[in-house]
């Protein structure tokens, strides 16, 4: 996406991505426009082994938000900083939302700083990392389950990590 108003979408219902190597991401969605760069996750596996290989990763370059969201499935990551669903802005003038959320599903990150949901910004807007359903393991240093960032010291935005009860209770 060259700058354009355009969405990024990375979706999975079924089916199965097994990647390796470094910064081999299970889906990836990208752009450096005003839209937002959204990768959905409802069924099937994603496996990744790497240093950098997310497992779901939504990453804005541009001035959009930028949402991971899981309501299903399994995923798997192996290595440093390879988070389980990363939701990220790198535009420090973005006033932008990044989201990550799990509503179902199964989580397991292994590797330093391989947080289970990680919702970053460099920019100026909000990032906000919630698990209301599923199962999340994380084994690692420094790799939370749940993790918000602001990278960015000119940012008076929230960052919140929640773990909530599902609907019925679970």
Do not use: C, K, P
């Not at 060259?2 to 299970?26: E, Q």
């Not at 752009?31 to 997310?54: D, K, L, Q, R």
């Not at 000119?154 to 609907?167: F, L, Q, V």
């Amino acid at each position: 996406n060259g700058g354009s108003d355009a969405d990024a979408t990375a979706r999975m219902s079924g089916g199965s991505v097994d990647t390796s190597g470094g910064n081999a991401d299970g889906l990836l969605a990208v752009t450096n426009g005003t839209g937002t760069a959204s990768t959905e996750m409802s069924g099937g596996t994603v496996e990744t082994a790497g240093a950098n290989a997310h497992g779901l990763h939504a990453f804005m370059q541009g001035t959009g938000a930028s949402t991971a969201t899981m309501s299903g499935g399994t995923l798997s990551t192996v290595g440093t900083n390879s988070a389980g669903l990363r939701a990220a802005i790198g535009n420090t003038d973005s006033e932008a939302a990044a989201t990550a959320q799990m509503t179902g599903g199964t989580v397991g990150t292994s590797g330093d700083n391989a947080y289970g949901l990680l919702a970053s910004t460099d920019g100026l807007g909000v990032a906000t990392a919630t698990m209301s359903g599923g199962t999340l393991s994380t084994v690692g240093a420094n790799s939370a389950g749940v993790r918000a960032a602001i990278g960015n010291a000119g940012s008076s935005a929230a960052e919140t990590a929640t773990m909530a009860a599902a609907e019925d209770g679970t």
